[in-house]
Structure formats: structure tokens, C-alpha cells
């Protein structure tokens, strides 16, 4: 038997992955999103900011992602996440309305709980070789992004 050899998946396909699921979780609907276009930025804005919220949360001490991944554990996070950004987008704002014995109160002014309490900042005191002394008492620290996968 043969086996074939996988090559390693890339940035891009890993975004088309992400974006055919939340095409899934959120289908296109003419009268919201009038165009494709307008569907396809949307849910690509959406996955940057869950990125965003995620990568700001498990790094917090780390000042540029531009070379920072999601963690595989964490897509299916990502996409809850996405999902809970475009429910509240026509949401944002409301603290409480009653009209017809309807009423809409909103409890937080960001995303459940629930969702942010499955993310554990990956935080700690940094090995010594990632510890570069620039001089007298200036210090360069970098951090490994793929630690705690």
C-alpha cells in the first residue's frame, strides 16, 4: 500500500476552510446582504475580528499577530464567535425597549460568557532564550505563538 504524503496546509486554505463553514452558519440572504460581494466581506470581516478577539485574549502580552495563526482547538471557537458578532451587529446599542407587551433588553455589551471562558491565556515567565538584552537595562522578549497547542 501506497501512502501519499500531505503537504501542510497553508494560511489561505485554512481561511477558505473557516469560510466555507461560516457559510454554513450563515447563509447568504439577498435582502440583508443585496450582493455576494457584500456577503463574502462581511464574513471575511467577521473571521478577522474573531481572530482578532481570540489571539488578543490567548496572547495578551504579545503585541503583533502578523504572523500569528488560530490554534487548531480554537476554529471551532472561531466560528461561535463569528456567529455571536453578526447577532448582535443589529443589536448594538440597545439597553432595554418595551413596546406591546415585546420586550428586548440587552445583558452584556460584548460577547456570552460562556464563550469567553473557554479561552485560557497562554501567559508565564519567558524562557531564558527568549530573553535578548539590547542594553543597560533594556530587554528584548519574544514569544513562541505555537506554545500551549
Request: proline content about 3%.
Amino acid at each position: 500500500m501506497i501512502e501519499e504524503e500531505t503537504e501542510p496546509t497553508t494560511e489561505v486554505e485554512e481561511e477558505d476552510s473557516q469560510l466555507t463553514k461560516l457559510k454554513v452558519k450563515i447563509p447568504y440572504d439577498e435582502d440583508i446582504f443585496e450582493t455576494n460581494e457584500n456577503y463574502l466581506n462581511i464574513l471575511n470581516d467577521l473571521l478577522e475580528d474573531s481572530k482578532s478577539i481570540l489571539l488578543e485574549t490567548l496572547y495578551p502580552f504579545l503585541d503583533d499577530f502578523t504572523d500569528v495563526q488560530v490554534p487548531s482547538k480554537y476554529e471551532n471557537w472561531q466560528l461561535r464567535c463569528c456567529v455571536e458578532l453578526y447577532n448582535m451587529a443589529d443589536k448594538q446599542g440597545i439597553t432595554n425597549y418595551s413596546e406591546n407587551s415585546l420586550s428586548w433588553t440587552k445583558l452584556s455589551d460584548g460577547l456570552s460568557n460562556s464563550l469567553m471562558d473557554k479561552l485560557i491565556s497562554n501567559v508565564g515567565v519567558p524562557s531564558r532564550s527568549q530573553i535578548k538584552r539590547v542594553s543597560d537595562g533594556v530587554y528584548n522578549v519574544t514569544y513562541d505563538s505555537r506554545q500551549g497547542e
